[in-house]
Nanobody, 122 residues
Framework: QVQLVESGGGLVQPGGSLRLSCAAS????????MGWYRQAPGKQRELVAA???????NYAGSVKGRFTISRDNAKSTVYLQMNSLKPEDTAVYYC????????????????WGQGTQVTVSS
């Protein structure tokens, strides 16, 4: 079994910063691509940032230059450093990972975290 556990959300004022973390655990053989998505009320879930196992990154245009995604492969953890936060960044942020697990057999799957609320408001 594989789990993704997120942490680091909260309430922050406009212009502030937050750092999200997401740790994968369980029967992991290899963690491939990892990423962060977000979903605001009444809107579809959207990709915020993604990172390959080799460290190549991809960002949504709305966060480029403000957010930085990184990962620690030894800890199977992905991070999202969010700076210069704006009210429109308010959403539930979800961690996503493509993971090759070894139990009950070697199988590749896409996993999601439970979501963490980020609220940007004065």
């Amino acid at each position: 079994q594989v789990q993704l556990v997120e942490s680091g959300g909260g309430l922050v004022q406009p212009g502030g910063s937050l750092r999200l973390s997401c740790a994968a655990s369980g029967s992991i053989f290899r963690v491939n691509d990892m990423g962060w998505y977000r979903q605001a009320p009444g809107k579809q879930r959207e990709l915020v940032a993604a990172i390959t196992s080799g460290g190549n990154t991809n960002y949504a245009g709305s966060v480029k230059g403000r957010f930085t995604i990184s990962r620690d492969n030894a800890k199977s953890t992905v991070y999202l450093q969010m700076n210069s936060l704006k009210p429109e960044d308010t959403a539930v942020y979800y961690c996503n990972a493509d993971i090759l697990s070894f139990y009950p057999s070697i199988i590749s799957g896409e996993y999601w975290g439970q979501g963490t609320q980020v609220t940007v408001s004065s």
